[in-house]
């Protein structure tokens, strides 16, 4: 507060002051100190005493001389006025008295209030220092416990409640405050609470992590669990509705049709997942300006995990738990990228989602390295086909691991393929070849609905009285039922898998040419050929015979099925190996009997140089026909095959009678052995006429013709180009010739003369012969 002047009195001031003061009443007996009392404190006040005394002299000595006027002109008033001015002086003087008595009072008690108002404005003052002290100190507490609760709400997890308390600090309006050293100290410490913010909030979201490594697994279990139920009831709903019969689930029809139930795999009964430490720390990033950075972070930590995911080696035992926490992991990042914004793109869990899928894929393949058993392949395909049906309905992309479980599924087919070709090896080694028997109609109806046959044969057979023997042996019943076994192991592995269906066909295709050809058909050939029973090789044939049939039913029936797939035709390309076998199992059949026939051979004894003619044909040849017929009759196999066994066996003998006449074996022969030779050949076409076997005659005609040249003497002719052309053309040269040189041979020999004769006209005979066609073999 700036002092007061004085108020500067003139000297008219004063003459109007000290004429107040004469014109005091005079009259009072008091003294008027109260009348004087203010005029003495303005002066007091005014600081004018020595101006007032002198201009109160100048007055008395004004008034002396007033006197000495009036008492020179009037004594007596002028004693008057002495006494008068005697009185006034004493006044005055008591005045003065008073006046300096007063003075040295206001004096004192003037200096007294100077120095109380000088302790009070001392007082006020300290006490504004005071106030403006408390009020700057109970800010600074008030900064401090801001300060101090930040600590406490970083502790407490309050990240953002801390950053905005020091953004308040450092937004406070300027006060006195704000120019003090401590605020000063504040603000720059602000930067380091900042800091401490960020790396309680990061130290938050590292545990946070941890934690969600921890859960990833149970949640990856709870969403394949529910793709699991999921899949459960599209199957219901598809074996209900044959329109839906080839969608899978994750279809476009199976995803429109999808009843959504009410399941978050991340906050359930069972498990919540809190991503609160995950959007703290974004928002917390954000405000500092520092995205990038926990952006990086938070890729490197969740590069790091992934690759703790899988172990190395993988065990197949762990998959299933492996393929879970995949699943749990990416759930929880298509969560994170969906509701943090610009935090996460989708190229940074793509990257994540790629190196998983790759180590996954080295890591299985490596782990199925040495295995040789299917099913391990099956549970594989099983832990890996949930995994990505799972995923696919996060809108992740599985098309390598589609074509990883398609490259699976070709070495599991490759594996079934061995291990049902070994079970057809045994299977046919170990068949005892005799037609299947089956007392019951449950057992024929299992029987009939395992094999493939025709509609006709199958109508006759499921008619047929019990109890009934089978056309086929045990062996072709079991080959259908581990075919159809190897059929639904095949359709197994792929249920469920992204069908490249061309390329699904072509594999079935070929693995069941190769299983019936290179394992059924050749295993069939090896016991033919090491099998000399007839009736087993018969067994043989007609199962062959029905494997062949069941080729064409077994590519119409797959067709079938793969058609209500929206797949393609499949070929089955086996018939012709079936055919092949068949055939060398008839060739086998021909074989035993030639066998048997040799047997009989060896027992016919004859004589090639007898003197007489023989009556009756040989005695072994009636066992011979007798059981050709039997057991050419017996076999269980079509007429077209029993004419050609009849055809090839009488062919067979047709050609041994003809060896014994041309071969090298029988030195030199007669006439009448060669009559005994056509004696047994007649017997056999009278046999072979009597039971309905007429036309195997002609297998006869070469040896007829050939004889009939010889014993009729008609050499001449034969060698005629015409007649022979015409006449003889079944007749082999060299065979005459040597049937020739045979008689020849023996006329030689004798000693009579027309013996000796007719042997060198055989001589000169067959030499002609052999000189018309020298170089035919025979």
């Known amino acids: 507060m700036p002092p007061r002047r004085r108020p500067q009195f003139t000297q008219e001031n004063i003459d109007q002051q000290l004429q107040q003061i004469h014109f005091l009443d005079q009259s009072s007996s008091s003294e008027n100190l109260e009348q004087l009392a203010p005029i003495i404190k303005q002066i007091y006040t005014n600081r004018q005493q020595d101006a007032y005394l002198r201009t109160l002299q100048g007055l008395i000595e004004s008034k002396d001389a007033e006197i000495q006027t009036i008492c020179g002109d009037n004594y007596q008033e002028f004693i008057s006025s002495v006494s008068t001015l005697l009185t006034i002086k004493s006044y005055t003087t008591n005045l003065r008295e008073t006046i300096t008595s007063l003075d040295q009072s206001v004096s004192t008690v003037g200096r007294g209030l100077v120095e109380k108002k000088r302790a009070l404005l ?51 309006p300027p006060t006195s405050l704000s120019q003090t050293p401590l605020f000063q100290h504040l603000l720059s410490s602000l930067p380091s609470l900042r800091a401490q913010i960020k790396d309680a909030v990061t130290a938050s979201v590292k545990h946070w992590l941890l934690d969600i490594r921890n859960v990833s697994s149970q949640v990856g279990q709870l969403a394949l669990e529910a793709m699991e139920a999921r899949t459960r009831r599209w199957r ?33 009964e069972r498990l919540t997942v809190d991503f609160t430490p995950l959007y703290q720390c974004v928002h917390i990033y954000s405000a500092l300006d520092a995205l990038d950075e926990i952006r990086k972070s938070y890729q490197a930590d969740r590069k790091a995990q992934s690759d703790l995911i899988l172990p190395e080696p993988l065990p197949l035992a762990s998959l299933p738990s492996v393929t879970e926490e995949i699943v749990g992991f990416f759930i929880i990042e298509d969560h994170v990228l969906d509701t943090t914004g610009s935090f996460r793109s989708e190229r940074d869990v793509e990257e994540l989602w790629e190196g998983v899928i790759n180590r996954m894929g080295i890591s299985v393949e490596g782990a199925l390295k040495n295995e040789n058993d299917p099913d391990a392949y099956l549970r594989v395909k099983e832990a890996l086909i949930g995994f990505v049906m799972t995923l696919e309905s996060y809108q992740y992309s599985t098309v390598s691991l589609h074509s990883f479980i398609l490259v699976l599924f070709e070495r599991y087919v490759g594996m079934i393929e061995k291990q049902f070709g070994k079970r057809f090896e045994a299977i046919i080694s170990q068949d005892d070849c005799l037609p299947m028997y089956v007392e019951t109609a449950a057992e024929r109806d299992n029987v009939l609905v395992t094999v493939w046959l025709t509609d006709e044969e199958r109508e006759i057979l499921s008619q047929s009285p019990l109890p009934l023997s089978l056309p086929w042996s045990q062996s072709f019943y079991l080959c259908c039922q581990d075919i159809r076994s190897f059929v639904h192991n095949f359709y197994q592995f792929i249920e469920g898998v992204s069908q490249h269906h061309r390329n699904i066909d072509d594999l079935l295709s070929k693995s069941l040419d190769n299983l019936l050809s290179d394992y059924i058909s050749k295993s069939i050939a090896q016991r033919a050929e090491k099998t000399s029973n007839l009736s087993q090789i018969a067994q043989i044939v007609t199962n062959l015979e029905h494997l062949d049939v069941a080729c064409g039913e077994l590519e119409r029936s797959l067709t079938n099925i793969r058609s209500s797939q929206r797949g393609g035709t499949i070929r089955v390309n086996a018939a012709k190996s079936f055919a092949s076998t068949l055939s060398w199992a008839l060739t086998r059949v021909n074989a035993s009997i030639k066998s048997k026939l040799d047997d009989f051979f060896d027992l016919s004894d004859y004589d090639w140089t007898p003197n007489t003619r023989e009556t009756a044909p ?6 011979l026909v007798n059981w050709l017929t039997t057991v050419v009759d017996s076999l269980v196999i079509k007429d077209a095959y029993k004419d050609k066994a009849y055809r090839a066996a009488v062919d067979y ?42 036309e195997l005659s002609s297998s006869f005609v070469e040896l007829r013709t050939m004889t009939t040249i010889v014993t009729s003497d008609t050499i001449q002719d034969y060698l005629v180009p015409t007649i022979r052309q015409t006449t003889y053309t079944i007749v082999k040269p060299k065979r005459l010739q040597a049937l020739l040189e045979k008689l020849a041979r023996y006329g030689s020999q004798c000693r009579d003369v027309p013996s000796r004769e007719r042997g060198e006209k055989r001589r000169k005979e067959a030499e002609a012969v052999g000189r018309v066609f020298p170089g035919e073999s025979r």
Not at 134 to 162: F, P
Not at 238 to 267: C, M, Q, W
């Open 122 to 172: 001392q007082s006020k003052k300290t006490a504004a220092n005071l106030d403006e002290g408390i009020d700057t100190l109970q800010a600074c507490l008030r900064v401090l416990d801001v300060v101090n609760r930040v600590g406490e709400m970083i502790k407490e997890g309050k990240y953002w409640s801390a950053l905005r308390s020091l953004e308040d600090i450092e937004s406070m």
């Open 236 to 268: 219901s709903r598809r074996d209900k509705d044959p329109l839906l019969k080839h969608s899978r689930v994750g279809s476009a029809v199976e995803v429109i049709t999808y009843e959504k139930t009410e399941f978050n795999v991340l906050d359930n």
């Open 618 to 623: 040989s005695m072994y040849l009636y066992e």
């Open 653 to 694: 003998l047709a050609n041994c009678l003809t060896d014994f006449l041309t071969g090298r074996n029988v030195p030199m022969i007669n006439e009448n052995a060669i009559s005994n030779i056509l004696l047994d050949v007649d017997f056999l076409d009278e046999e072979f006429k009597r039971n309905g076997r007429s």
